[in-house]
């Protein structure tokens, strides 16, 4: 049962540090108080692809990452309990 703590604290450290990361690389994506307000938003090319980009799959990772982080953490709390 230790070698399984020791296995789930290491993968939740390397989930931290990748969450982290991805994070702080993220953009700012932040269009002001006045687009959120009036509801503004292009039907672009670029709206209907922007889950190709490099700021799309970054999104996507972070989610992933996130729950991933939930998860171990709820799975790391129950085993520390035992």
Do not use: H, P
């Amino acid at each position: 049962m230790e070698i399984l703590k020791y296995i789930l604290l290491g993968i939740y450290a390397i989930v931290c540090l990748m969450l982290i990361i991805i994070a702080t690389m993220q953009a700012k994506g932040d269009n002001g108080a006045s687009s959120t307000i009036v509801g503004s938003s292009s039907n672009s090319f670029y709206e209907k692809n922007k889950g190709r980009t490099k700021e799309g799959k970054l999104k996507r990772w972070t989610i992933i990452l996130g729950v991933l982080f939930i998860v171990l953490t709820i799975a790391t709390s129950i085993l520390y309990v035992i």
